[in-house]
């Protein structure tokens, strides 16, 4: 296996499906062995969470984290695919919207709730993606998604455009929030641009682009992992460590990583009072 591992920040461009970023790094960094977190649409950009190496095998502990999404709603036009890459297959008039009407929908939406996945999704029905079949014209019945949405603001409205920012749950499409939230307002729409601004505490701000992408754009597993504690072992622990055996450590978090001086062994979880067993070995 090659001896460098990590993952990547990448700023997403419009226009690239993930799977195309995921072959660029794999090109730039001669390893074969790259997966990303939370796929973005070719016109969605913002932040994708590439993992490289031994980085492919920590996805379990970060892919549930929150993700905030800034979205360009446009008004009055529904398409067949929720966003601007699509047909108009609907128009209604736009009701006047005072900023009070606005929020309140927005604010409608927070909590827990249902989502029908859209058909032009990357979900897979026997074998098939959604979109697949959406593109020739078959839609078929999907089942509802349980999803959150943390938190959502308005940050504009102008004519027949309005931009919010929604906090949500891994799972959620914002296209079909973007959707409800015209519904609720009594028209439609279908959004213009949408871009990933962070992903829990990882942010767009540390991102870099596909084409800069270099052995030294890696970062560490111990930082991408440093929500949950650090331990380090030696001696007897290390050995049992290295095997994969249990450790007996006075913590009570789910999860805890374990390293030493040549880096991180594994992922730890909670079994019992004292007692981690190795969930994930990082070697």
Do not use: W
Request: net charge neutral; charged share 25%; hydrophobic share 35%.
């Amino acid at each position: 296996m090659e001896n460098f591992s990590g993952c990547l920040f990448i700023n997403k461009p419009v226009g690239l499906t993930s799977r195309q970023v995921g072959v660029i790094a794999s090109k730039k960094l001669g390893t074969r062995k790259i997966g990303h977190l939370g796929t973005l649409d070719p016109f969605a950009e913002g932040l994708l969470i590439l993992m490289v190496n031994s980085g492919t095998k920590i996805a379990p502990y970060i892919e549930d984290k929150v993700k905030t999404y800034k979205a360009y709603l446009k008004l009055g036009k529904k398409t067949d695919s929720g966003d601007l890459t699509g047909n108009i297959i609907e128009e209604k008039d736009i009701p006047s919207l005072s900023i009070d009407k606005i929020n309140e929908v927005l604010h409608s939406f927070l909590g827990k709730s249902k989502q029908i996945p859209p058909m032009y999704s990357a979900i897979k029905v026997n074998g098939t993606h959604l979109y697949d079949m959406a593109r020739k014209g078959i839609e078929i019945e999907r089942e509802p998604r349980d999803i959150e949405v943390f938190s959502i603001e308005l940050n504009s409205h102008e004519n027949d455009e309005l931009v919010f920012t929604a906090k949500v749950s891994k799972g959620t499409y914002i296209r079909t929030l973007g959707e409800d939230i015209a519904n609720r307002l009594n028209t439609v729409g279908h959004l213009t641009r949408l871009i990933r601004t962070e992903i829990d505490g990882y942010s767009l701000k540390d991102a870099i682009n596909p084409e800069d992408i270099t052995i030294d754009s890696l970062k560490p597993i111990s930082e991408v992992l440093n929500f949950m504690p650090h331990f380090k072992v030696s001696g007897a622990m290390e050995k049992i460590a290295l095997n994969g055996g249990k450790l007996f450590l006075r913590y009570k978090e789910k999860y805890i990583l374990i390293y030493n001086d040549d880096g991180p062994i594994g992922v730890y979880e909670f079994a019992s009072d004292g007692v981690y067993s190795c969930s994930r070995g990082l070697r």
